[in-house]
């Protein structure tokens, strides 16, 4: 089976007419005709193949023909041959032939005719060059041509004891049909003979002309040939300019090549065969090309299965009739609740494929991981997948020739099938209780080509469950359901675009911004993604107060009344009127940058974030307090004062009677008024920041990162005086419970340091503490971060603003000013993970290995704790081989750089800008 079948990879099924072709490449021919030149210039459909023989050796050599020798696919077709060749219980062949019944009938035909048909004799006969043609005689009656240059060298070698007499070739192939049961008869035409060989029911005719073997279901296929030969070509397929056309605007060198004959189909306007004895006319598909004919290579660079991709003569505009390729977002309805828009999806498969990241996780733990996983869930795979026996099925988790040439499929199917664009849009409309969804999908040349088939199949065998409305001069089709009042589903295309949608008036508004009433008019997502490059592979938008209004509307029949407050609390809390995201990747994938722009919603007071930012932009002074080596920095620059202000200010009813209480109460214990001391002594600057931390603080506790807040100080008097109050609480509280913790009031120079220690009976690992830097206040859950901090001062230590996480970052092109700003630097956020990995190792502990142990029936507390305490040491014993797995899931994830962003108002918008960097 597996000699045979390098031949059955370049035996090609495709197109209008299908064909099997096989050529090889011999130097020693007697005819200097192509073989389209024997060939009816109203040929409907033409497929050829050329120098099979040299593509066949170059892929025997290829590293995908090893991975296909050692694939599982050819043990499941060992295994249907044997199957076949078994037989059933009686003993008899098996029924329905298969690949053992075809090779039986072939060995019977080679002895009956005295010479071996292998793949040697296959490649001698179907020679240098091979052609199929569809053709239709005055009958409008369908027929099949094919041609092949033989070598003939080969062969009377073989079967005339080397006399190259080519007559004297089609006589004996002539008799060696005749031993094989065949009914042949000859004729003379021109200086050429025609054989006609029968079996049965079964008549085909042939000639040999020289080199070039000529096989035809008609006879005037095989005269129509020999008057072209005589003709030399003139008057052929091989003359006429639409198929010469064509075929020069395809890449040379490709060993397979089909030509669509359109105009000729056009005016015969042939049905395909149907389902069911019913016809399916192809002219819709016709019709809608505007080429006269078009041709297609199929190519395979440097004879590697992996990289089979074809191309067409013509695309767009010049194949399709209808050459609109509208902009996505131009196209839908003027207002969408919700849009979501992805471009050039295909170029991102290119691009992984060729990133460092995708190197670096083929080789990750995680990999391997998901391999074991994938090895291990194999049955069920198999059961699922491949109806074949467990021991015939192929192994898919390891199986390296399926998995590569199915994505080498997958990603034809993103950048041929589909144009790489697609949009999504729901619609809300009054008086509907569910919003509409509309999808739109640009095709490319090969979805055109399939989308047009459908049609037609759907136009010929669904009359009954598809309706047709027009519009516009276009074809709406719905499908309607079982027990539905109509169609739950409609779809058109118009140009490039697909349109699918649950509603046919958002469909009818589509089509209309395209090339109708409404076409050219702005729409709100043009607004929401103003400034926006235009540039991104991904864009969302949302309008706010419709998804607000539509949460709110299902909200207000809910019984609960919390969910009902919820519900006007978020319509309340939402201050924005639309919000776009976008999404930019790198052509290299080395960097993802998402930007966002949340335009304010004024309306009724909502507006309340807006004069938050209203305070100068610029580089957060907080970054030159703050040390270098943090794994997070945040700083903000905002009116906080004047958002807590605004937000007391406004009547939210019962929503803030929670909040307000809480705040009295904060006030009468502290006898503070926030309203008129605290919150005027705030400055506008905020900041906060994680510390990498590799050291316990207690002896077997695990170490928690460094974590500090500044908060810019206007007035230092009443924060102290706040500060002082709190601890003169706490050391009360301590001289009531010796257990409690203390608070320590220290001075350092004129600045107090107040820290939260714990007492002997009751230590705690770190030590809160409070203090001023410069103009900010720091709370800090370490001493060791104020410390640091203190070293940035003193110039000992680098502080963020110039380490280099801080400079690479604006290196990746981020704005210098804006209000907020974000840095997490990747490394050394996993290297914190890494720290925890023995706390962590028990997530990889199998439950069923260490099981968790039932309670007593007896109710038995101590012994509950004493199996409860086994079932923790057992764990810990588990957890301790796991280390290191957990040490590879957290390299797996080293493909990052860092995280960044900046967040700032710019007009009527707050507009934010984020940047994944990966690493080279």
Same mark, same amino acid.
């Given at each position: 089976?597996?000699?045979?079948?390098?031949?059955?990879? /370049?035996?090609?099924?495709?197109?209008?007419?299908?064909?099997?072709?096989?050529?090889?490449?011999?130097?020693?021919?007697?005819?200097?005709?192509?073989?389209?030149?024997?060939?009816?210039?109203?040929?409907?459909?033409?497929?050829?193949?050329?120098?099979?023989?040299?593509?066949?050796?170059?892929?025997?050599?290829?590293?995908?023909?090893?991975?296909?020798?050692?694939?599982?696919?050819? &043990?499941?077709?060992?295994?249907?041959?044997?199957?076949?060749?078994?037989? %059933?219980?009686?003993?008899?062949?098996?029924?329905?032939?298969?690949?053992?019944?075809?090779?039986?009938?072939?060995?019977?035909?080679?002895?009956?005719?005295?010479?071996?048909?292998?793949?040697?004799?296959?490649?001698?006969?179907?020679?240098?060059?091979?052609?199929?043609? /569809?053709?239709?005689?005055?009958?409008?009656?369908?027929?099949?041509?094919?041609?092949?240059?033989?070598?003939?060298?080969?062969?009377?070698? &073989?079967?005339?004891?080397?006399?190259?007499?080519?007559?004297?070739?089609?006589?004996?192939?002539?008799?060696?049909?005749?031993?094989?049961?065949?009914?042949?008869?000859?004729?003379?035409?021109?200086?050429?003979?025609?054989?006609?060989?029968?079996?049965?029911?079964?008549?085909?005719?042939? *000639?040999?002309?020289?080199?070039?073997? /000529?096989?035809?279901?008609?006879?005037?296929?095989?005269?129509?040939?020999?008057?072209?030969?005589?003709?030399?070509?003139?008057?052929?397929?091989?003359?006429?300019?639409?198929?010469?056309?064509?075929?020069?605007?395809?890449?040379?060198?490709?060993?397979?090549?089909?030509?669509?004959?359109?105009?000729?189909? $056009?005016?015969?306007?042939?049905?395909?065969?149907?389902?069911?004895?019913?016809?399916?006319?192809?002219?819709?598909?016709?019709?809608?090309?505007?080429?006269?004919?078009?041709?297609?290579?199929?190519?395979?660079?440097?004879?590697?299965? =992996?990289?089979?991709?074809?191309?067409?003569?013509?695309?767009?505009?010049?194949?399709?009739?209808?050459?609109?390729?509208?902009?996505?977002?131009?196209?839908?309805?003027?207002?969408?609740?919700?849009?979501?828009?992805?471009?050039?999806?295909? #170029?991102?498969?290119?691009?992984?494929?060729?990133?460092?990241?995708?190197?670096?996780?083929?080789?990750?733990?995680?990999?391997?991981?998901?391999?074991?996983?994938?090895?291990?869930?194999?049955?069920?795979?198999?059961?699922?997948?491949?109806?074949?026996?467990? #021991?015939?099925?192929?192994?898919?988790?390891?199986?390296?020739?399926?998995?590569?040439?199915?994505?080498?499929?997958?990603?034809?199917?993103? *950048?041929?099938?589909?144009?790489?664009?697609?949009?999504?849009?729901? /619609?809300?409309?009054?008086?509907?209780?569910?919003?509409?969804?509309?999808?739109?999908?640009?095709?490319?040349?090969?979805?055109?080509?399939?989308?047009?088939?459908?049609?037609?199949?759907?136009?010929?065998?669904?009359?009954?469950?598809?309706?047709?409305?027009?519009?516009?001069?276009?074809?709406?089709?719905?499908?309607?359901?079982?027990?539905?009042?109509?169609?739950?589903?409609?779809? !058109?295309?118009?140009?490039?675009?697909?349109?699918?949608?649950? +509603?046919?008036?958002?469909?009818?508004?589509?089509?209309?911004?395209?090339?109708?009433?409404?076409?050219?008019?702005?729409?709100?997502?043009?607004?929401?993604?103003?400034?926006?490059?235009?540039? =991104?592979?991904?864009?969302?938008?949302?309008?706010?107060? #419709?998804?607000?209004?539509?949460?709110?509307?299902?909200?207000?029949?809910?019984?609960?009344?919390?969910?009902?407050?919820?519900?006007?609390?978020?319509?309340?809390?939402?201050?924005?009127?639309?919000?776009?995201?976008?999404?930019?990747?790198?052509?290299?994938?080395?960097?993802?940058?998402?930007?966002?722009?949340?335009?304010?919603?004024?309306?009724?007071?909502?507006?309340?974030?807006?004069?938050?930012?209203?305070?100068?932009?610029?580089?957060?002074?907080?970054? %030159?307090?703050?040390?270098?080596?943090?794994?997070?920095?945040?700083?903000?620059?905002?009116?906080?004062?004047?958002?807590?202000?605004?937000?007391?200010?406004? +009547?939210?009813?019962?929503?803030? $009677?929670?909040?307000?209480?809480?705040?009295?109460?904060?006030?009468?214990?502290?006898?503070?008024?926030?309203?008129?001391?605290?919150?005027?002594?705030?400055?506008?600057?905020?900041?906060?920041?994680?510390?990498?931390?590799?050291?316990?603080?207690?002896?077997?506790?695990?170490?928690?990162?460094?974590?500090?807040?500044?908060?810019?100080?206007?007035?230092?008097?009443?924060?102290?005086?706040?500060?002082?109050?709190?601890?003169?609480?706490?050391?009360?509280?301590?001289?009531?419970?010796?257990?409690?913790? #203390?608070? !320590?009031?220290?001075?350092?120079?004129?600045?107090?340091?107040?820290?939260?220690?714990?007492?002997?009976?009751?230590?705690?690992?770190?030590?809160?503490?409070?203090?001023?830097?410069?103009?900010?206040?720091?709370?800090?859950?370490?001493?060791?971060?104020?410390?640091?901090?203190?070293?940035?001062?003193?110039? !000992?230590?680098?502080?963020?603003?110039?380490? %280099?996480?801080?400079?690479?970052?604006?290196?990746?092109?981020?704005?210098?000013?804006?209000?907020?700003?974000?840095?997490?630097?990747?490394?050394?956020?996993? &290297?914190?993970?890494?720290?925890?990995?023995?706390?962590?190792?028990?997530?990889?502990?199998?439950?069923?290995?260490?099981?968790?142990?039932?309670?007593?029936?007896?109710?038995?507390?101590?012994?509950?704790?004493?199996?409860?305490?086994?079932?923790? $040491?057992?764990?810990?014993?588990?957890?301790?081989?796991?280390?290191?797995? !957990?040490?590879?899931?957290?390299?797996?994830?080293?493909?990052?750089?860092?995280?960044?962003?900046?967040?700032?108002?710019?007009?009527?918008?707050?507009?934010?800008?984020?940047?994944?960097?990966?690493?080279?």
């Amino acid at each position: 089976m597996r000699k045979g079948l390098l031949v059955g990879i /370049v035996v090609i099924a495709f197109g209008v007419g299908g064909v099997w072709s096989i050529s090889a490449w011999r130097g020693a021919t007697q005819s200097d005709l192509p073989v389209a030149a024997v060939l009816p210039p109203g040929t409907l459909y033409y497929v050829e193949a050329r120098n099979v023989r040299g593509l066949v050796e170059g892929v025997r050599a290829s590293g995908a023909w090893q991975d296909l020798q050692s694939s599982g696919l050819l &043990d499941v077709a060992d295994a249907a041959d044997d199957e076949d060749a078994a037989g %059933d219980s009686d003993g008899d062949a098996a029924d329905g032939g298969g690949v053992a019944a075809l090779a039986a009938e072939v060995a019977d035909l080679s002895e009956k005719i005295g010479y071996s048909l292998d793949e040697a004799a296959a490649m001698k006969f179907l020679g240098a060059e091979a052609a199929l043609a /569809v053709w239709m005689n005055d009958a409008d009656a369908r027929h099949v041509t094919m041609v092949t240059r033989i070598d003939a060298q080969a062969l009377a070698k &073989d079967l005339l004891g080397g006399e190259l007499d080519w007559r004297a070739l089609q006589a004996e192939l002539n008799a060696r049909a005749e031993r094989a049961e065949l009914v042949v008869k000859t004729e003379p035409y021109l200086e050429y003979e025609v054989s006609t060989l029968t079996k049965g029911e079964a008549t085909v005719y042939t *000639t040999l002309l020289e080199d070039l073997l /000529v096989i035809s279901d008609d006879r005037a296929g095989v005269t129509t040939a020999i008057d072209l030969r005589v003709a030399r070509g003139e008057a052929s397929l091989d003359a006429l300019p639409a198929f010469a056309d064509e075929m020069t605007r395809l890449p040379g060198g490709a060993p397979l090549r089909d030509w669509i004959n359109v105009a000729e189909l $056009k005016r015969r306007k042939p049905d395909m065969p149907g389902v069911g004895g019913e016809a399916m006319s192809i002219a819709p598909m016709i019709d809608a090309i505007a080429a006269p004919a078009v041709a297609r290579a199929i190519e395979l660079p440097e004879n590697d299965l =992996y990289q089979l991709s074809w191309t067409w003569s013509r695309q767009g505009d010049e194949l399709f009739v209808d050459a609109a390729s509208p902009r996505l977002r131009d196209v839908f309805p003027g207002d969408p609740m919700v849009y979501v828009e992805a471009r050039r999806l295909g #170029q991102l498969i290119e691009a992984w494929n060729a990133s460092p990241i995708k190197a670096h996780l083929e080789g990750s733990w995680a990999a391997k991981k998901l391999e074991e996983a994938l090895a291990e869930g194999q049955d069920e795979l198999e059961e699922a997948l491949l109806p074949f026996s467990e #021991q015939d099925a192929p192994d898919l988790a390891s199986d390296e020739f399926t998995k590569r040439f199915a994505l080498n499929l997958g990603r034809r199917a993103a *950048t041929s099938m589909f144009g790489g664009d697609a949009a999504l849009v729901v /619609v809300r409309r009054d008086g509907q209780d569910a919003p509409a969804v509309l999808v739109a999908v640009r095709l490319g040349t090969d979805g055109r080509m399939a989308e047009l088939f459908v049609r037609s199949a759907v136009d010929a065998y669904e009359k009954e469950t598809v309706a047709s409305f027009e519009h516009g001069g276009r074809t709406i089709r719905g499908a309607s359901q079982a027990g539905a009042p109509g169609p739950v589903a409609y779809w !058109v295309t118009a140009g490039d675009l697909l349109l699918f949608g649950t +509603d046919i008036d958002t469909v009818q508004d589509a089509l209309d911004r395209i090339d109708g009433p409404t076409a050219g008019q702005p729409s709100s997502i043009a607004a929401a993604a103003e400034g926006l490059p235009d540039d =991104y592979r991904l864009l969302m938008t949302v309008s706010v107060p #419709q998804y607000v209004a539509l949460a709110t509307s299902f909200a207000a029949d809910d019984p609960d009344p919390d969910i009902r407050a919820m519900s006007e609390l978020m319509g309340l809390s939402m201050p924005y009127d639309t919000v776009a995201l976008a999404v930019y990747v790198a052509d290299d994938l080395s960097q993802i940058e998402v930007r966002a722009r949340a335009v304010f919603d004024d309306r009724d007071g909502k507006g309340l974030l807006k004069p938050a930012y209203d305070v100068a932009r610029g580089a957060p002074r907080s970054l %030159d307090v703050l040390p270098d080596g943090a794994i997070l920095t945040y700083a903000a620059r905002m009116d906080l004062a004047g958002i807590l202000a605004g937000y007391r200010a406004k +009547d939210l009813g019962e929503l803030m $009677k929670p909040v307000n209480e809480a705040i009295a109460e904060f006030e009468q214990n502290l006898e503070v008024q926030l309203d008129e001391s605290l919150i005027p002594a705030l400055g506008d600057e905020f900041a906060m920041t994680v510390l990498f931390e590799k050291d316990a603080a207690m002896e077997g506790a695990p170490p928690i990162p460094g974590l500090a807040f500044l908060v810019g100080i206007d007035d230092r008097a009443p924060i102290t005086d706040l500060l002082d109050k709190l601890a003169d609480m706490g050391r009360r509280a301590a001289e009531e419970d010796a257990a409690a913790p #203390q608070i !320590v009031t220290e001075m350092r120079g004129d600045t107090p340091v107040y820290t939260l220690r714990g007492s002997e009976g009751n230590p705690i690992p770190f030590t809160p503490t409070a203090t001023y830097i410069g103009d900010f206040l720091v709370l800090a859950l370490d001493m060791k971060a104020v410390d640091d901090m203190g070293a940035v001062g003193d110039g !000992v230590r680098r502080s963020q603003s110039a380490s %280099d996480l801080h400079t690479r970052v604006r290196a990746a092109g981020l704005p210098p000013d804006g209000n907020e700003f974000y840095e997490l630097d990747w490394d050394l956020l996993l &290297d914190q993970v890494a720290v925890y990995a023995p706390q962590l190792a028990e997530a990889f502990v199998d439950d069923d290995a260490v099981p968790m142990p039932e309670f007593p029936d007896d109710g038995d507390m101590d012994e509950w704790q004493r199996r409860l305490d086994g079932y923790q $040491k057992a764990r810990g014993e588990a957890a301790s081989g796991k280390t290191s797995d !957990v040490i590879g899931a957290i390299d797996s994830l080293r493909f990052i750089d860092f995280m960044a962003s900046v967040i700032g108002v710019r007009g009527d918008a707050l507009v934010s800008h984020a940047v994944v960097r990966f690493k080279r």
